[in-house]
T-cell receptor, first 113, second 113 residues
């Protein structure tokens, strides 16, 4: 059974600081996603990572994937208040179900001035 | 706006009742996924349909059922509702299972009282 673990689950940062969120998964997968969710809102897709060594960047966020270690990271550079949200990683479940995503518990990020 | 439409946005109902949640996928998407988000269980995959056929089942209770119609919209039926069924229910759609990114609707917030 595919399991996805994120850490930390809560992260309080000061503006201007850097930090990394980690996402480990238990079995082989062919893709990994990062989503952002604001309170009570939908999931906004940030990154889709499809291959070992993939790195994608958008603004102050950069995601990477190491399929051998079954690890993805979401790095936040010089955090700003607008980045406050909950960030989820999700892994594609290829174990016979083709397409559904298994989510981590999410990392609630709070960026303080 | 992801292009995935869910109705209603909010639903309040009593225990023991039955409700139907509706999802219209993005134009051109054949695959629909249902997810439940609750505080204690996080985001859980419930069920997936592809072009009208059930493709995969996750942690869906027997009291819950779903279907995808010829026009590709999907409905999630929840019956004999319990307090613990209160959650945010998301629908997502993709062109095909496991091949492309899934886009999430705004969700239906179900409150069982």
């Amino acid at each position: 059974e595919l399991k996805v673990e994120q850490n930390p689950l809560f992260l309080s940062m000061q503006e201007g600081k850097n930090y990394t969120i980690y996402c480990n998964y238990s079995t082989t997968s062919d893709r990994l996603y990062w989503y952002r969710q604001d309170p009570g809102k939908s999931l906004e897709s940030l990154f889709v990572l499809l291959s070992n060594g993939a790195v994608k960047q958008e603004g102050r966020l950069m995601a990477s994937l190491d399929t051998k270690a079954r690890l993805s990271t979401l790095h936040i550079t010089a955090a700003v208040h607008d980045l406050s949200a909950t960030y989820f990683c999700a892994v594609g479940d290829i174990g016979g179900s083709q397409g559904n995503l298994i989510f981590g518990k999410g990392t609630k990020l709070s960026v303080k001035p | 706006d992801s292009g995935v439409t869910q109705t209603p946005k909010h639903l309040i109902t009593a225990t023991g009742q039955r409700v139907t949640l509706r999802c219209s996928p993005r134009s051109g998407d054949l695959s629909v996924y249902w997810y439940q988000q609750s505080l204690d269980q996080g985001l859980q995959f419930l069920i997936q349909y592809y072009n009208g056929e059930e493709r995969a089942k996750g942690n869906i209770l027997e009291r819950f059922s779903a279907q995808q119609f010829p026009d590709l919209h999907s409905e999630l039926n929840l019956s004999s509702l319990e307090l613990g069924d209160s959650a945010l229910y998301f629908c997502a759609s993709s062109v095909a299972p496991g091949e492309t990114e899934a886009f999430f609707g705004q969700g239906t917030r179900l409150t069982v009282v």
